[in-house]
Every structure is written in structure tokens, then in C-alpha cells.
């Protein structure tokens, strides 16, 4: 699995979290890279996204100002910085990876996706 995600766990409403997902076996740097993620009996929702140079960034309208998705091409890694989570955070959170370098939130844009990683916010 050329994506790993780590970095979720069980925290209480306002408290942050960072996850951050590896790759490898891809050329990290010319690939667009996003989190998702999905809460049970959801479908799958965008988080947030990230172009290649890390130039673009885009979010989802419920983590705006809180949540921030930065990386790192030195160290193959995207990360997402949450703050001020919120019950309605819970969820697998999911990285992808868009071979095109572009920041787009449709899920079919991704041909990679790593095995996702639970967060947990209690209220």
C-alpha cells in the first residue's frame, strides 16, 4: 500500500489532532493529495486538498479555519492539522493521491488511497 495514514486517535470536543499519511513508490511531489473522510451510514466527504507544489489548497465548508492540510515533498508526507474538533469530526479519515497534481475534491479523481485512520471526538 503505497499510502499510510497515522496520527488518529480518541479526543475530547476541542482538542486537536495532526494525521499524516506517507507514500511511497509514487513521485510524491507531482501528485495532488487530499484527506477524506467517512462516519458511519455517511458517504464519503473531502476534507480537504492539496496541489502538488502545495501552491492550492482547498476545504471542505465544515472544517474551514479550523482544519489545515500542509506538505512536505522532502519527506513524501501530507499532513492535516485539526483544530477545535467537534463531535461531528468522527470519523475514518481517509489521504489519497491524484496522479494530475491538481486539488479536486471528486473522490473518482484519486487512484490511491490509504487504509484510513479513526478519529474519535467525544463531547
Known amino acids: 500500500v503505497p499510502l499510510q495514514a497515522s496520527g488518529g486517535g480518541l479526543v475530547q470536543a476541542g482538542d486537536s489532532l495532526r494525521l499524516s499519511c506517507v507514500v511511497s513508490g509514487l513521485s510524491f511531489s507531482t501528485y495532488g493529495m487530499a484527506w477524506f473522510r467517512q462516519a458511519p451510514g455517511k458517504e464519503r466527504e473531502i476534507v480537504a486538498a492539496i496541489s502538488w507544489s502545495g501552491g492550492s489548497t482547498y476545504y471542505a465548508d465544515s472544517v474551514k479555519g479550523r482544519f489545515t492540510i500542509s506538505r512536505d515533498n522532502a519527506k513524501n508526507t501530507v499532513y492535516l492539522q485539526m483544530n477545535s474538533l467537534k463531535p461531528e469530526d468522527t470519523a475514518v479519515y481517509y489521504c489519497?493521491?491524484?496522479?494530475?497534481?491538481?486539488?479536486?475534491?471528486?473522490?473518482?479523481?484519486?487512484?490511491?488511497w490509504g487504509q484510513g485512520t479513526q478519529v474519535t471526538v467525544s463531547s
Open positions: 489519497a493521491a491524484e496522479g494530475r497534481g491538481w486539488t479536486t475534491k471528486e473522490p473518482n479523481d484519486y487512484g490511491y
